[in-house]
């Protein structure tokens, strides 16, 4: 006989079919690991132009054989590079967020101390923790997984301090495009990709304006 508790197999239903959680596409996945925090995960997030982070609920899970595990039914999502940039990654997380957190693009920042950084929107209120990306290499005085946090705000405007309370100061511009993702959410379930040819690489790129279907499985040892 099957020891799946029901009550048990009831919440997790109910959990795995909220509408709240997205798949995120990362780059550097083998150097994560169970113990590894949101501000990892959002800092090894795959920032190319062009990439979103997709929709995805389960519904309704059945017992397997295994007597102490569920299985959920496979959803796909449809990933869509841009049409200029490939999206490549080597891993994926389900993450648990009530609105699609976006990166948050700068359009423009001072190389003065502290740096006034401008978005397109509010990139949040004074005291929102967060960590930047770059399409391409971050500007000198940004540390690549470090969490800032908004200092001051105004309309788009923002300066930031680090850990230790420094005020964030960049020197220089890099290349490519800085994003500011704030540290919203939770990691609700992480994935391992398959190596995607005879040769095991595990990382998968997805041509500019070419659409890939990516099939995700959901099972859950609950005893």
Do not use: C
Request: aromatic content about 8%.
């Amino acid at each position: 006989m099957l020891r799946v508790n029901s009550a048990l197999k009831a919440m997790l239903d109910f959990y795995y079919a909220q509408p709240n959680f997205r798949v995120m596409l990362l780059q550097g996945a083998d150097a994560l690991t169970p113990q590894s925090t949101l501000k990892d995960f959002l800092a090894a997030e795959v920032a190319v132009d062009g990439y979103a982070r997709q929709p995805i609920a389960f519904g309704v899970s059945a017992p397997t054989e295994a007597v102490e595990a569920l299985e959920f039914p496979e959803q796909t999502i449809v990933i869509t590079a841009g049409p200029s940039v490939p999206i490549q990654f080597d891993g994926f997380v389900l993450i648990r967020a009530g609105a699609a957190i976006p990166q948050l693009a700068a359009t423009s920042f001072t190389q003065t101390a502290p740096s006034d950084i401008t978005f397109p929107s509010s990139p949040g209120a004074v005291g929102q923790q967060g960590v930047f990306l770059s399409t391409g290499a971050l500007p000198v005085g940004i540390v690549a997984g470090t969490v800032y946090t908004i200092a001051t705000v105004g309309s788009n405007i923002a300066t930031f301090t680090a850990p230790n309370a420094t005020p964030l100061s960049v020197s220089s511009l890099g290349s490519g495009t800085l994003k500011w993702v704030p540290l919203i959410g939770e990691i609700a379930m992480p994935f391992d990709l398959r190596p995607t040819d005879g040769a095991g690489n595990r990382t998968y790129t997805i041509q500019p304006n070419q659409t890939h279907n990516l099939r995700i499985n959901l099972g859950l040892k609950v005893a």
